[in-house]
């Protein structure tokens, strides 16, 4: 399984960016794909929203809840987060991770419950 995002940049505060992660390889019809972010810095990453791919169940973080969805198109494979109101505070390196092997629940915005992950994308949101 490959993950791949695409769409990050540098926007203004309160301005909208749109990522996109683009699954390819073997699936299944029932798994999870998450978002997490990891500002400068930071040895964590923070989870940001999560979407069951079979019945589009989300869960988000709650830095973002209110200004971020997420959500997939299963004929593309692919997950977007829009993200609006963006804030300084907001900038970091994005990724999409997925599992397998879990069902749904809160805990997929722990990155240790994902075991593929893309290479990242840059955010940035200039005050």
């Known amino acids: 399984v490959q993950l791949a995002e695409s769409g990050g940049g540098l926007v203004q505060a309160g301005g909208s960016l749109r990522l996109s992660c683009r699954i390819s390889?073997?699936?299944?019809?029932?798994?999870?794909v998450g978002w997490f972010r990891q500002a400068p810095g930071n040895e964590e990453r923070e989870g940001v929203a999560c979407i069951n791919m079979n019945d589009r169940s989300t869960v988000y973080g709650d830095s973002v809840k209110g200004r971020f969805t997420i959500s997939r198109d299963n004929t593309r494979r692919t997950v977007y987060l829009q993200m609006n109101s963006l804030k300084a505070e907001d900038t970091a390196v994005y990724y999409c991770?997925?599992?397998?092997?879990?069902?749904?629940?809160?805990?997929?915005?722990?990155?240790?419950?994902?075991?593929?992950w893309g290479q990242g994308i840059q955010v940035t949101v200039s005050p």
């Open positions: 991770a997925a599992d397998f092997d879990l069902i749904f629940g809160a805990y997929h915005l722990i990155s240790d419950r994902h075991e593929y």
């Open positions: 390889g073997r699936t299944k019809n029932d798994y999870t």
